[in-house]
């Protein structure tokens, strides 16, 4: 006679809870030290727990848990961060800077991933990361792109490592070597560099002009992220020969957060609650998929994706400072 199964809670609570207690160290890091993204850093804490403690078959339910559910909730309420007005105010170049970045970024890491003989749900990882927000777009786009979880894990570690090169990079070749105006480096850096915490550190040390222009750019491109989720949910469905809805709850949800916050109904105090409760969501869920990742598994995945994601950046970088330089 089999024993029977756990409860669901006992089942979940030992990596929910520590995935819950990294976002809390995570969030206190990023408290501290502003430029240190809390995602990244909790996503770390995740790898290290799991490669130095092991345990990993014990924590994997709850750990899988935030890093899928949880995940989805924060996604959503990522929403409330933007609103229509906020993308209208950088204007018809903003706004052709964040789509040329997506619409260039994906293609282009897509076809060369193949070529690199990178597989597709990496590829596809990696050129979302770059394109449109970083670690939660490749978080995002895991359970579309089929990927497994060291292929999200090298995604993750690979666009989080240039999106910090690039954070150093833009300031010093923005000012010094090709002498931008405020506005065109707010353009270049927030159509260039990956996380939103990035390239806050890439254009608060230019000036407050280039801040500004460049955080809107930045959430224009993460509003980007439900068309992308979309049109891969179809275009995967349709290869698959599945139906259904392609549209999934958290994107719906995304939307609504943003039209929402587009009436002006809720107050600077609440969307600021808002805001901290998502970024713990989101570090939850990214400490979730870090206790997941086998170390070992990554080195396995070879060099190719590295070559593809930093020849993916620059690429963007340089596609992007040519539009800014054109539309100027």
Partial sequence: MSPPPKPAARTLGPGLALAAALALVAYGINQFEPRASALVAALLLGMLVSNVAGNRAVLAPGARFAARRVLRVGIALLGLRISLELIGDVGWRGILVAVAAVAFTLPFTVWLGRRLGVSPALSLLIGAGCGICGAAAVVAMEPIADAKDEEAGFALATVTALGTIAMLALPVLGTSALGLSDDDFGL?????????????????????????????????????????????????????????????????????????????????????????????????????????????????????????????????????????????
């Fill in 188 to 328: 270049w850096a927030g159509g260039s560099v990956h996380e939103v915490a990035q390239v806050v550190g890439a254009a608060g040390g230019v000036s407050a002009a280039a801040l500004a222009v460049a955080t809107i750019v930045k959430l224009t491109r993460v509003v980007l992220l439900v068309p992308v989720m979309v049109a891969t949910a179809v275009i995967k469905g349709r290869a698959g020969g599945k139906r259904g809805n392609p549209v999934p709850l958290f994107v719906a949800c995304f939307l609504g957060a943003v039209l929402i916050r587009s009436t002006g109904w809720l107050s600077d105090e609440f969307v600021s609650h808002a805001t901290d409760l998502d970024t713990a969501l989101l570090a939850c869920a990214m400490a979730g998929l870090g206790l997941t990742i086998d170390v070992a598994q990554l080195r396995r995945l070879g060099g190719r994706p590295l070559v593809l994601g930093a020849t993916s950046s620059a690429m963007l970088a340089l596609v992007i400072l040519g539009l800014v330089t054109v539309t100027s």
